[in-house]
């Protein structure tokens, strides 16, 4: 069965961190670049960073870039989403997911770029 699992979410007070995993399984993911998006009710879905397959890249939106660091751990087929400084508007689902292009050269922010999905892990952060 092909699955992305993310784990590591929860409710935080404003100004805390929370550490997010994404877990592939019955997928590889090692080729492949990986994003981490959000969604919060009543809003649309919003690209919150991404890694390239070699983890030779990263980078995060530009709203979160001094607080969100994404990274990967491909011997582990693992992508983490570390988030510092919450505020009550991170509050939303965070999905990861993944490439559908093999070895992109470039990290898309673009929702459609991504074939595979996990269900997402509600992040809840109140002041």
């Known amino acids: 069965q092909v699955q992305l699992r993310e784990t590591g979410g929860g409710s935080v007070q404003a100004g805390g961190s929370l550490r997010l995993t994404c877990a592939a399984s019955?997928?590889?993911?090692?080729?492949?670049?990986m994003a981490w998006f959000r969604q919060a009710p009543g809003k649309e879905r919003e690209f919150v960073g991404g890694?390239?397959?070699?983890?030779?890249?990263?980078r995060s939106a530009d709203s979160m870039k001094d607080r969100f660091t994404v990274s990967r751990d491909n011997a582990k087929d693992t992508v983490t989403l570390q988030m510092d400084s919450l505020r009550p508007d991170d509050t939303a689902v965070y999905s990861c997911?993944?490439?559908?292009?093999?070895?992109?050269?470039?990290?898309?922010?673009?929702?459609?770029?991504?074939?595979?999905w996990g269900q997402g892990t509600q992040v809840t952060v109140s002041s």
């Open positions: 997911a993944r490439d559908r292009q093999r070895r992109r050269s470039y990290i898309s922010s673009e929702s459609a770029t991504y074939i595979y």
């Open positions: 019955g997928l590889s993911i090692s080729q492949y670049g």
């Open positions: 890694i390239k397959w070699d983890a030779g890249s990263a």
